[in-house]
């Protein structure tokens, strides 16, 4: 490996970034800016794409299989969560064939309920952690809000990063956070997620990419799905190149995550054509990429259903948690 960004002007190798602060700032600082027309071009282009019906199919089966199954109300019950633990495990109980789910996503409190239901499956088990969805808490609230959860067995870990403190300039307070919500996960998988909608341009969401990946975040992750604006598809393809370009560089491949207004299978087969276009087929695994989604599940199996019998079924037909 050389230590040498293969990106234009950038000459700070991220094992440097990540010992000083200095050479963080250096890195964000010299990473390209964005071409905002030619992202959303980009995206839109590859949003027209066309797949015939064997690969929608293919690609119906890998959505649902990359897919976190999220319930994340104040209403949540225990018995919610073990329906929906059901339903991640086994998606169509009449159609054996469908895949399960990457993972189920609840609150640090609701992680031993998932994990108990789900036990002797490959469905994982995420919480959302440090303050979830808004990360105003001390970091010691944070590490405690993630200690609990992967005391109570959760795999992996969906931290928000500290957005004022990220707009404000505040990068090595952001970094450390993370690096040390990342040792509090001990073995369990680290998704960061950068909140995008209010990080307000394409150049925030590289630089909080970056700094993200330097820090050691398994995954990069869109947003909380509590705000006005997620995923987008532009967003995506700034992360997507993010971890195509970090891993070109440092030979480590890490994930990307989409989250929130993900609804239909349509939207969701274009995150995959962009996943494939973008970083290539080898993000194309629930270990490089998912997608965080509630309702999604439910116009999948219509689409599955539509596709193995001809007929449009009825939403009712479809177990719902």
Sequence with gaps: MGSTLALP????????AARSTAALRRLLDALPGVDAWGVEKRAATLATRSIKRESKAAAIDLAIRTM??????????????RSLCARAVRPDPADPRVPS?????????????????????????????????????????????TSEAVAAGADEIDMVIDRGAFLAGDVAKVFDEIVA?????????????LETGELATYDHVRRASWLALVAGADTIKTSTGKTATNATLPVAVVMLEAVRDFAALTGEARGVKVAGGVRTTKEAVRY?????????????????????????????LLQRQKLTTGVYGSADRVPID
Aim: net charge negative; proline share 6%.
């Design 9 to 16: 002007g950038v000459d700070v190798d991220p094992r440097d």
């Design 68 to 81: 976190d199954l999220t319930t994340l109300e104040g209403a949540d019950t225990p018995r919610r969560v």
């Design 101 to 145: 789910v990457a993972a189920v996503c609840v609150y640090p409190d609701l992680v031993a309920t998932a994990v108990e239901a789900v036990v002797g499956t490959d469905v994982l088990v995420a919480s959302v952690a440090t303050a979830f969805p808004s990360g105003r808490a001390s970091l010691a609230v944070k590490l405690a809000d």
């Design 181 to 193: 919500v990342k040792e509090a996960c001990g073995d369990a998988h680290l998704k960061v997620i």
């Design 272 to 300: 995959l054509v962009v996943v494939n276009e973008i970083a290539g087929p080898a993000w194309l695994t629930p270990d490089r990429f998912r997608i965080g989604a509630s309702s999604l599940l439910t116009d999948l």
